[in-house]
């Protein structure tokens, strides 16, 4: 049975105006939940693309996954391509854009693809970038699927960004924006800078950095075994990811 949609947007919106970003309700408008495993809240997208697009312009998701953002897109009337490795992510995005609604009229392209390897899109023609990359392996998307970064170490993980990184750039128009969602994990007790560490791929790729937003999070409780571990030996909960808004 079609889930009944009551909601179609957001109470009481309005866009972020700091550099901290904070969503205790992480959003159940249109066809938006949280069963697809880290997904970004649809407050994230929402905001990136009333910022830094205009009604018609041409967005881009590489890392489609859970379909958060294509359906932002077309909610607010631009069209966006969405690209993923996995069959599963894809099905997904199916799902969740196959709406009608007065108002929404934006069109969504989905492409099983790499996003290190864009060949179908011309150099030059998106006019904002939207994406939340995996984390390196930190959650594994797929068993055995090939071109899946969310299969490689950090160390192995770094090199292959900096592709996407340069993809990124190729498909940008001038001037136009890129907004990348990444966070930090830890090993042996120690923090593993992985977002900076991406941020920094993306400026060898050629990308100015307009901003650094602290987005926090809000499912990092200190109970049971990470409460005694941070305790037993001596670390805290990371609860907050980087958002990086790069310009070409």
Not at 4 to 27: A, V
Not at 136 to 151: C, F, G, R, V
Request: charged share 30%.
């Amino acid at each position: 049975m079609a889930k009944i949609i009551t909601k179609w947007e957001p109470e009481d919106f309005e866009l972020e105006m700091t550099s901290h970003w904070s969503f205790p309700k992480r959003g159940d408008w249109a066809t938006h939940d949280a069963k697809w495993r880290g997904n970004w809240s649809p407050y994230i997208p929402r905001n990136i693309i009333l910022r830094y697009s205009q009604e018609g312009d041409l967005v881009l998701d590489q890392f489609a996954g859970g379909g958060t953002t294509l359906v932002e897109a077309k909610l607010l009337n631009r069209n966006i391509i969405g690209v993923d490795v996995n069959d599963v992510a894809l099905a997904r995005c199916r799902e969740k854009i196959d709406f009608e609604h007065e108002g929404a009229n934006g069109e969504v392209y989905l492409y099983k693809g790499d996003a290190r390897k864009l060949d179908f899109i011309e150099d030059g023609s998106i006019d904002l970038i939207c994406t939340h990359p995996p984390y390196a392996d930190i959650i594994q998307y797929s068993e055995d699927i090939k071109n899946d970064l969310s299969h490689l170490s950090i160390k192995e993980f770094l090199p292959e960004i900096h592709k996407v990184a340069e993809e990124a750039y190729r498909v940008l128009k001038k001037d136009k924006y890129c907004a990348v969602l990444m966070g930090d994990t830890r090993k042996n007790g120690m923090v593993q800078p992985l977002a900076f560490e991406t941020m920094t791929m993306f400026r060898l790729a050629g990308f100015k950095l307009k901003e650094i937003i602290i987005k926090e999070q809000h499912n990092c409780k200190a109970t049971g075994y990470w409460k005694t571990n941070s305790v037993k030996y001596n670390f805290l909960l990371l609860a907050h990811e980087y958002l990086f808004v790069f310009k070409k």
